[in-house]
């Protein structure tokens, strides 16, 4: 991969990640958790699609066998970070965030 596509690979993905408060505030029927795993499969799909496009079908099963503790890690990292921020986008009003940090 070259350094201008990683670049622009970084800011796309920012982007992405900056919008999913203004979405996930959008949702009036959805409740924190049905929302968590929504996004979390998704991810995951999209997670395994790219890998094994980028490294073949192979190398992800050899990853996934050899990942280790620090694999499980990282996935348990990810599981809180993805649940806590959705509980709190969908818990917390914005007007109560900007208040609490002032």
Known sequence: MTHRRAVALMVLVT???SIAGV???Q???ARSFEVTFWRSFFNAVALVLLLG??????AL???LRKGGR???LSGACWCVMFTAFMVA???TSVANV?????
């Open 15 to 17: 982007l992405m990640w």
């Open 23 to 25: 979405v996930t505030r």
């Open 27 to 29: 949702l009036d029927a």
């Open 53 to 58: 496009w980028l490294r073949g079908p192979r």
């Open 61 to 63: 099963l050899d990853s």
């Open 70 to 72: 620090a694999l499980w």
């Open 89 to 91: 986008i969908t818990l």
């Open 98 to 102: 900007l208040v609490t940090m002032s």
